[in-house]
């Protein structure tokens, strides 16, 4: 048996610029900013990054408010509660803590890396990965004309993606997407709207029904399950939801409701990987379609979401798309698309990849240690 004991944990921001500005109805981000942890566990280290972002404007969370939860209450306590022989101790011992699952989710990643790595498992044998590579789709931001985005589609296809995804907001929605679709009547096509529109809208979204859509992400409200259910009923196009699911609890309730058809799956978002699995079982019991969605992640995260990727019954292409799409220079080697449109799942202890030391230094700051207080 596996048991590492946590002695330290690092906390730090990194920043990375955008190859191109990603627009979406709740805002413009030219870089990323993130928190990347590093778990000290003696013989090994582990890593995790952290979903949120500089504002809360995706979810509740944001980088400083994580940073200081994690500080202050998610490390201590994994800290003082001795060894871990299973990660499920970390979601045991942050359980205490209402929400924060962004925050949660990238301290358990990190413990979770160095515990594999200590027993030299891979996270994709881990969570009961069966598949080495995975097909790869690309989240497109709002630009400002449609030739600018039939541009970047057309690149992005170019490379072998195998689904484009057009972030949609009220104004930029059924012309942008009819003339995609004009443009494009084979490729499978989704939106996303991140929650920018209301019940209100219900036509608009009956016009996007004609348009051959491979599902509609979050429509309605980010902490809406009825008003889903009820667009839902009058749409062939199935709903996948993203905000909504916070939990495998939810993912059980949105289906019974008919809330969605289609349950987008990021770790970061539902409090971790071990949570992750459970709405990942949660919708196949069901026979509810999965795929694995992204936040502009590092190569970190990134690795992660590969892995999640590699699960039986996530039978549709993610937002898991390769380095070069965000980044000029990844904190990790990068990540490739491979014509075929699929990426490797990592296969080495743990997460299989760690930060280049140059990229760590060179992307850097606010560098913070947490250390068990001394009783
Ligand atoms: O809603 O899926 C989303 C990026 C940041 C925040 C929310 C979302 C996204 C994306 C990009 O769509 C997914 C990716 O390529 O990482
Ligand atoms: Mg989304």
């Not at 955008?18 to 003696?42: H, M």
């Not at 490390?75 to 001795?82: D, F, Q």
């Not at 989710?105 to 080495?132: I, N, P």
């Not at 972030?167 to 490729?187: F, N, Q």
Request: aromatic residues 4%; hydrophobic residues 40%.
């Amino acid at each position: 048996m596996t048991e590492i004991t946590v002695r330290s944990v690092e906390l730090r921001e990194v920043g990375l610029p955008l190859v191109r500005p990603f627009r979406t109805s709740f805002g413009e981000e030219t870089e990323k900013r993130c928190l990347l942890l590093r778990v000290d566990a003696g013989d090994v280290t582990g890593w995790g990054e952290c979903v949120a972002d500089v504002e809360p404007r995706y979810g509740e969370e944001w980088n400083d408010g994580a940073r200081v939860c994690l500080a202050r209450f998610l490390v201590p306590s994994v800290l003082a509660g001795g060894p871990i022989s299973d990660p499920a101790q970390v979601t045991e011992r942050v359980r205490w803590v209402r929400g924060h699952r962004m925050a949660k989710a990238a301290l358990e990643m990190a413990v979770l890396d160095a515990w594999l790595r200590a027993g030299g498992a891979s996270l994709a044998s881990y969570v009961g990965a069966v598949r080495e590579r995975v097909p790869c789709g690309v989240s497109v931001g709002i630009a400002s004309t449609v030739d600018a985005m039939l541009d970047e589609i057309h690149g992005y296809l170019a490379k072998g993606y195998r689904r484009v995804k057009l972030k949609i907001e009220p104004g930029r929605d059924v012309e942008v997407v009819g003339r995609v679709r004009d443009e494009l009547p084979d490729t499978p096509l989704s939106v996303d709207a991140n929650a920018a529109y209301t019940p209100a809208d219900t036509p608009l979204f009956e016009a996007l029904d004609e348009l051959g859509l491979v599902m509609i992400e979050q429509p309605l409200g980010h902490d809406d399950l009825t008003d889903h259910a009820r667009l839902q009923a009058r749409l062939r196009t199935p709903i996948c939801l993203d905000e909504s699911i916070r939990n495998a609890h939810d993912a059980v309730a949105a289906v019974e409701l008919g809330a969605c058809r289609v349950i987008n799956i990021k770790p970061g978002r539902v409090g971790g990987l071990l949570e992750a699995t459970r709405v990942h079982g949660a919708a196949r019991e069901r026979g509810v379609p999965v795929w694995i969605g992204g936040m502009l992640e590092t190569g970190i995260g990134r690795a992660t979401n590969l892995a999640m990727a590699a699960l039986p019954g996530v039978t549709m292409p993610g937002d898991t798309s390769a380095s070069e799409r965000y980044f000029h220079h990844d904190l990790t080697p990068p990540f490739v698309l491979d014509p075929d449109g699929t990426m490797a799942v990592p296969s080495g202890p743990g997460i299989g990849v760690e930060p280049l030391p140059d990229r760590l230094e060179a992307s850097s700051s606010g560098i913070q240690l947490v250390e068990r207080s001394a009783e």
